[in-house]
C-alpha cells in the first residue's frame, strides 16, 4: 500500500497512548489487517469481495463513497450494521457492531431499511467482533474488506481500501467506462504530493480532530482540537476562495472524499454532539457551496445517511433522546441542495 503504518493521513500517533488516554484524552487505536486487493493472495476479480460497514461511522463513509463513485456497488457486495452498538443486556455484551435488519430505530420507530443481515461469510454471524474471532483476533471495528473465496480479512483501515479500490476498479469490475470513473489519486507526482498533504492534515485537524473533541473528557485536550478543527475549515474556506470547485482544483479527488463525510456530520450531528458549536458549515460560504457541489455528485448521496447518523450518535448518548434538528434554514440533508443557503 502507498500509505504505510505510522502515516499520519491514516492513523493517530500512539506515543504513550495509554497514559494519555488516563489523563481523558481520546486516542484512536490502529488497525491490524493491512494486505490490500492486488496482493498475490488476493487478484483484483469481480464479485469476490465484501463490506461490513456501518453507514453512520465516518470511516465507513469513506468506504461506501468510494464503492458507489467508483461504480463497484454491482461488483463488491456489502452489509450494514445497525447504527448503535449492542447494550448492556445483549448476551455477548455492550459495544458490539450487529448485523440486524429487524432492530427498530428510537428516531424512526422501525427498522432501517439500509440495515442487513451478515451475509459476506456465509455462517450469518450477527456481530463483526465474530468476523474478526474467526481469525484469532480480538478488534472490533468496521469497516472490514473481506474476501469471499478465502473468508479471510484483507483490510480494516478505511483510508487503505479507499487507496485500493481506486488503483483496482476496472479489475473488480467497475460499472464505469475508464474515462467517466473518478481518479482519485491520479498518477502524477506533484499532485499526489498535494493530495497526501492535504489528506494529513484534513486527518489530524477535522477527521480525527472532532473525535479529539468530542470524546475527550479533559477541557484543555478539547479545547485544543476544537480551536485546531476550527482554524482549519478557515483554511479550507480561503483556500476554496480562488474559485477551485474542489480542494485540488478541477477534480474531485481522495482530499475531498475524506473531508467530506466529516463536513456532511457537522450541521446535523457533531455542532451538538462533538461540542463543535463554534460555527456551521454554513457560516463558510465556499466551504458550504463545496459541500453541496460534491453531495450532487453521482454515487454521493446514497452512500450515506443521516438517519444512521443521528440514531447512531446520538443514541449511544446517556438517555438515548435522538434530537430532531436543525430544521432551519430547512432540514438535512435537502439543505445539501441548495449551495445558495450560504451567504
Not at 98 to 111: H, K, Q, V, Y
Not at 212 to 234: I, M, P, R, W
Not at 270 to 299: Q, S
Not at 318 to 323: F, I, K, Q, T
Request: aromatic share 10%; charged share 20%.
Amino acid at each position: 500500500m502507498s500509505n504505510s503504518i505510522g502515516d499520519a493521513s491514516v492513523e493517530e500517533d500512539q506515543t504513550d497512548a495509554s497514559a494519555r488516554r488516563a489523563r481523558g484524552e481520546f486516542v484512536r487505536g490502529i488497525s491490524g489487517f493491512r494486505h490490500a486487493i492486488g496482493d498475490p493472495d488476493f487478484p483484483a476479480e469481480p464479485g469476490r469481495y465484501h463490506l461490513f460497514v456501518a453507514l453512520n461511522c465516518p470511516w465507513c463513509h469513506r468506504v461506501t463513497l468510494a464503492r458507489s463513485m467508483l461504480g463497484l456497488a454491482g461488483s463488491i457486495t456489502m452489509d450494514v450494521a445497525f447504527p448503535n452498538r449492542t447494550g448492556d443486556g445483549d448476551p455477548a455484551g455492550p459495544g458490539f457492531w450487529e448485523f440486524s435488519p429487524d432492530r427498530i430505530s428510537t428516531l424512526t420507530g422501525a427498522p432501517l431499511p439500509e440495515c442487513t443481515a451478515e451475509t459476506g461469510t456465509g455462517r450469518g454471524l450477527r456481530l463483526a467482533r465474530d468476523i474478526y474471532r474467526a481469525e484469532g483476533s480480538d478488534e472490533q471495528s468496521v469497516p472490514i474488506l473481506y474476501d469471499k473465496r478465502t473468508g479471510r480479512i484483507i483490510n480494516n483501515e478505511s483510508a487503505e481500501i479507499v487507496r485500493m479500490l481506486n488503483g483496482t476498479a476496472a479489475g473488480l469490475g467497475s460499472s464505469l467506462p475508464d474515462a467517466e470513473r473518478p481518479d482519485l489519486y491520479p498518477q502524477d507526482t506533484a499532485r499526489r504530493s498535494e493530495i497526501d498533504t492535504l489528506n494529513a492534515f484534513i486527518y489530524v485537524a477535522i477527521n480525527n480532530g472532532a473525535y479529539k473533541a468530542g470524546f475527550s473528557s479533559d477541557q484543555s485536550v478539547y479545547a485544543a482540537a476544537f480551536e485546531t478543527y476550527f482554524d482549519a475549515l478557515a483554511y479550507l474556506e480561503d483556500r476554496l476562495s480562488d474559485g477551485r470547485p474542489f480542494l485540488i482544483g478541477n477534480t474531485f479527488t481522495e482530499a475531498d472524499l475524506r473531508l467530506f463525510p466529516t463536513l456532511y456530520r457537522h450541521d446535523p450531528v457533531y455542532y451538538l454532539r462533538m461540542k463543535l458549536n463554534g460555527a456551521k458549515t454554513l457560516d463558510y460560504p465556499h466551504l458550504w457551496r463545496w459541500l453541496c457541489r460534491v453531495h450532487a455528485l453521482p454515487g454521493v448521496a446514497e452512500s450515506g445517511s443521516l438517519i444512521h447518523c443521528r440514531q447512531g450518535y446520538f443514541g449511544r448518548s446517556w438517555n438515548g433522546v435522538v434530537p430532531l434538528g436543525p430544521t432551519s434554514p430547512m432540514p438535512y440533508p435537502e439543505a445539501y441542495a441548495h449551495p445558495e443557503l450560504a451567504r
